[in-house]
Nanobody, 119 residues
């Protein structure tokens, strides 16, 4: 059974930084695409950043230049370094792991970690 556990959320002032971590149990981590999503109150979940199994990265426009996604396959961990945080970054942040295994797709989610940015 694959489990994803996020950590690193908290309360920070605008302009501050946080580093989120997501540790995955089970197999398939190194061959999976990994992503961070967020959901603010009353809004739909949106993609923030993704890092593919080959290392390429993609960012949502509003976080480009401020957030950095990275992965450590040896530790089964994906990170999201968030700098220059803004109040509009306040949300629950979720990590996601997805891919294909023997022709079948899979997708797993963590339970989320709260990020609150005060003005």
């Amino acid at each position: 059974q694959v489990q994803l556990v996020e950590s690193g959320g908290g309360l920070v002032q605008a302009g501050g930084s946080l580093r989120l971590s997501c540790v995955a149990s089970g197999i398939r981590f190194s061959i999976s695409d990994l992503g961070w999503y967020r959901q603010a109150p009353g809004k739909q979940r949106e993609g923030v950043a993704e890092i593919y199994s080959g290392g390429a990265t993609v960012y949502e426009d509003s976080v480009k230049g401020r957030f950095t996604i990275s992965r450590d396959n040896a530790k089964n961990t994906v990170y999201l370094q968030m700098n220059s945080l803004k109040p509009e970054d306040t949300a629950v942040y979720f990590c996601n792991m997805q891919g294909f295994w023997y022709g079948e797709s899979y997708a797993y989610w963590g339970q989320g970690t709260q990020v609150t940015v005060s003005s």
